[in-house]
């Protein structure tokens, strides 16, 4: 019977347990009991169409309106309003709850002495939240003694409320996080014109625009001329106005912070624009430099650096394409250097190699003299032209006197022509006069009436002499050619500093070198680089095509032939199996990167490679005994002359362009077969 008892008793607990959870768990008790808390209406802020917070907590007053969807501020100055500092109010004030509350008519007291308690009479500061005609005002208190709370006054003046201090954090702390930083609202992907007008100058106006957004859709010039912009420089350069952050807001600017000279650039995007002006620059020297700035119709002035507005104040000549010979991804056929009457004709032949002619208007000039071209030179010269920018523009209009008499460009100075697949004319690059004052040369393209200046470095990347752009093979060897011995004479009394020879018994190189210990000595790798050097004769640079002894670099310097490099070759089927000597003339090291060499049977003055310097320098220490020279020129020494002398200082060195098989070694070599130069030279 107890035991019945007991369990009816269990199930009612439980049944009584049950429906208080269901009731406590009820999402629309709990929904309804959440909305009833609420200290502003539900759905009021998120219409609202203005806000204020003003009182003696806060430093100045503070009104928020919003137009389009966007938040400005109002006051206390006019400007747009954070995003983010925005929707974070906004969630305080539409989620304000109390915890507590109690009917003011219950204080002790008269209700204003009641109220002044709770530092509500009067309020430390009052929200006030407007959406059309309504207005809910929100006093502000005191924070409570305990639980680090804050006293509010109900909208309608009933009820003292108790809420969390997060809303009054928000408006208590450094209210000008509620300006936004950034200055331009059109991101760079959105643009579609930029217009630049300087004010007060009669400048003409600058516009540039793009048919579309993407990289498929280039920037042009639309005015003051039709040309076509730097699409990547005004890419970047808007991609940088879209950082540009205010650096101070100016609550009093100086009278003279805009006036002439002003730079007013309004920027175009989807149904949108905004307009800037940029002012005068910020007195004081400031690190960085800063100028003011004011968006149009905003009376508001700002500080910002001046330098990521720089190419606004020259954007006809700092957004325009500089790039001008539009070669694209086609390769010349031929090329022409053109100076006075003379031209070097550079052709293109079937297989990707090169040649090279000289022609000379006049009757000395029979006909045409052409040798291989060295690829790689001619290579580099199309890959700088077509990298080749302005460094400067001058005119668009240029008067024929200008032309012909301050520019230099009628007739050219110096004229590149060239032929591309497709075209009918070539395209041709005029170049005149050097400009003293910036050491720039002015430039000119056909079909284009603009004049530039470009580094003067051009002139030495396309010298006008044939010598320039020759093979730098000057001989090669026949795979059957066999090098059995060479040695280094010295010229001045004959005798021979260096000498290495195959016999019998080391009839090749690799049995000589163990032979000899070589690799103990140190001179394995000089005699290994002379050995490549003598079986394919490459040259640094050529400096004349008369070999003359002594060398005469100019007509009061002459240098000696202090040695001479001997090679003996042995071809099969020759006549008694004689071996041919091939002969290179060489000066004594004049620099660290300089030695002459010259060819009787190519009757040519050249300059060698680093490699085969050092290796000759090795070689003449070995045979001397003493260390080798230090390379330091004679103080007396001229400089050669750059036309004569091939690249321009700033080029890189040609290198070896042997390969690392060594036919002798292993008889697998696999000639470069002939060239302009293949028949070696003899004694």
Do not use: C
């Amino acid at each position: 019977m107890r035991f019945r008892l007991t369990f009816v008793l269990l199930v009612l607990n439980l049944v009584a347990l049950g429906f208080i959870f269901f009731i406590r768990m009820d999402p629309g008790r709990a929904t309804f009991e959440e909305a009833a808390r609420l200290v502003l209406p539900a759905g009021l802020v998120g219409s609202a169409d203005r806000i204020e917070v003003a009182g003696p907590a806060l430093d100045r007053d503070w009104i928020f309106t919003r137009g389009s969807g966007d938040w400005s501020v109002e006051s206390p100055l006019a400007w747009r309003a954070n995003a983010f500092a925005m929707e974070r109010l906004l969630q305080q004030l539409a989620h304000l709850r109390w915890e507590t509350r109690f009917p003011v008519s219950q204080i002790g007291g008269p209700e204003e002495d009641a109220l002044r308690q709770y530092g509500l009479d009067p309020a430390k500061a009052v929200i006030r939240v407007v959406r059309g005609a309504e207005t809910w005002e929100i006093p502000v208190g005191e924070a409570t003694q305990v639980g680090n709370r804050l006293y509010l006054l109900a909208p309608d003046g009933r009820d003292v409320l108790v809420v969390s201090r997060d809303i009054f954090d928000i408006l208590a702390s450094d209210l000008t996080a509620f300006f936004e930083p950034l200055v331009i609202r059109i991101p760079e992907f959105e643009a579609r014109a930029l217009t630049v007008q300087e004010e007060g100058t009669g400048a003409p106006r600058v516009r540039i625009s793009r048919d579309g957004t993407g990289p498929g859709n280039p920037w042009r010039f639309e005015s003051p001329l039709q040309v076509p912009a730097e699409s990547e420089t005004v890419r970047r350069f808007l991609e940088r106005l879209n950082h540009v952050e205010v650096h101070r807001f100016v609550h009093d600017p100086p009278e003279d912070a805009f006036g002439s000279g002003d730079i007013r650039f309004t920027l175009e995007g989807n149904n949108r624009r905004q307009t800037v002006i940029i002012g005068q620059p910020v007195p004081g020297d400031p690190v960085p430099s800063r100028r003011f700035l004011r968006i149009s119709g905003l009376p508001t002035v700002v500080e910002v650096e001046e330098e990521p507005f720089a190419p606004l104040f020259t954007a006809q000549e700092s957004l325009r394409q500089r790039r001008f010979l539009d070669i694209g991804d086609a390769f010349p056929t031929a090329i022409e250097i053109i100076l006075d009457e003379r031209t070097t004709s550079l052709q293109r032949l079937e297989g990707g190699e090169w040649q090279v002619a000289d022609t000379r208007r006049g009757p000395e000039n029979a006909g045409r003299r052409t040798r291989r071209a060295e690829r790689e030179v001619v290579e580099r010269i199309v890959r700088r032209l077509a990298e080749l920018e302005a460094h400067r523009f001058v005119t668009e209009a240029p008067s024929s006197s200008d032309l012909a008499e301050r520019y230099g460009l009628a007739p050219p100075q110096r004229a590149i022509r060239l032929h591309l697949p497709g075209r009918n004319e070539p395209l041709e690059l005029r170049l005149g006069h050097l400009d003293p004052e910036d050491n720039l040369v002015y430039a000119r393209r056909s079909g284009m009436p603009t004049v530039f200046k470009v580094r003067p470095g051009i002139l030495g990347l396309v010298p006008a002499t044939p010598l320039h752009y020759r093979e730098r093979s000057l001989t090669t060897l026949p795979q059957a050619a066999r090098l059995s011995a060479f040695r280094l004479v010295d010229n001045t009394n004959g005798k021979t500093v260096f000498a290495r020879e195959l016999t019998e018994r080391l009839d090749s190189w690799e049995a000589l070198e163990v032979a000899e210990g070589l690799e103990e000595t140190g001179l394995r790798d000089s005699i290994e680089t002379i050995r490549r050097s003598l079986r394919r004769f490459t040259v640094r640079d050529y400096v004349a095509e008369e070999l003359t002894d002594p060398l005469r670099l100019d007509a009061d310097t002459e240098i000696p032939w202090h040695y001479r490099l001997e090679a003996e070759v042995r071809l099969p089927g020759a006549p008694g199996d004689e071996p041919r000597i091939d002969t290179y003339h060489l000066t004594e090291r004049l620099g660290g990167r300089t030695q002459f060499g010259g060819s009787a049977s190519a009757n040519v003055v050249f300059t060698l490679t680093q490699p085969l310097i050092d290796a000759l320098d090795q070689l003449v220490a070995a045979g001397s005994g003493h260390e080798p020279p230090d390379g330091t020129p004679p103080a007396d020494l001229p400089p050669v002359d750059p036309e004569a002398a091939g690249p321009a200082a700033d080029e890189e060195d040609e290198t070896e362009t042997a390969d690392d098989t060594d036919p002798e070694s292993d008889g697998n070599d696999e000639g470069s077969g002939g060239t302009e130069g293949s028949t070696p030279p003899a004694q």
